[in-house]
């Protein structure tokens, strides 16, 4: 059975920090795309960052470069989204999702295979 298991959301003001954990199971962690979107009511889940770890590949949203980092933990199956320096606009839930590396052709929501349920963070000014 996959899984994938967020933690870490929650309340911060505005420049805080917080990081977001995706533990994930069921699968062979280094065959597969895991990362992050997030979505606002209202509004088209997007994709905030990605890594795949067997081709070093790394994806961030243009307008999260410098403040959003992506890593991992493999011997744990867990990826990572430390978040610096947050904004109002950053509220919303964040998921974790995976795909294979070998199928993935786009970054979007329909490319992935896998979602986890999803954690809230709100960003106070």
């Known amino acids: 059975e996959v899984q994938l298991v967020e933690s870490g959301g929650g309340l911060v003001q505005a420049g805080g920090s917080l990081r977001l954990s995706c533990t994930a199971s069921g699968f062979t962690f280094d065959d597969y795309v895991i990362g992050w979107f997030r979505q606002v009511p209202g509004m088209e889940r997007e994709g905030v960052s990605l890594i795949s770890m067997s081709a070093s590949y790394t994806y961030y949203l243009d307008s999260l470069k410098g403040r959003f980092t992506i890593s991992s933990d493999k011997p744990k199956n867990t990826v990572y989204l430390q978040m610096n320096s947050l904004k109002p606009e950053d509220t919303a839930v964040y998921y974790c999702?995976?795909?294979?590396?070998?199928?993935?052709?786009?970054?979007?929501?329909?490319?992935?295979?896998?979602w986890g349920k999803g954690t809230l963070v709100t960003v106070s000014s």
């Open positions: 999702a995976a795909v294979k590396a070998s199928t993935i052709e786009i970054i979007a929501p329909y490319s992935m295979d896998y």
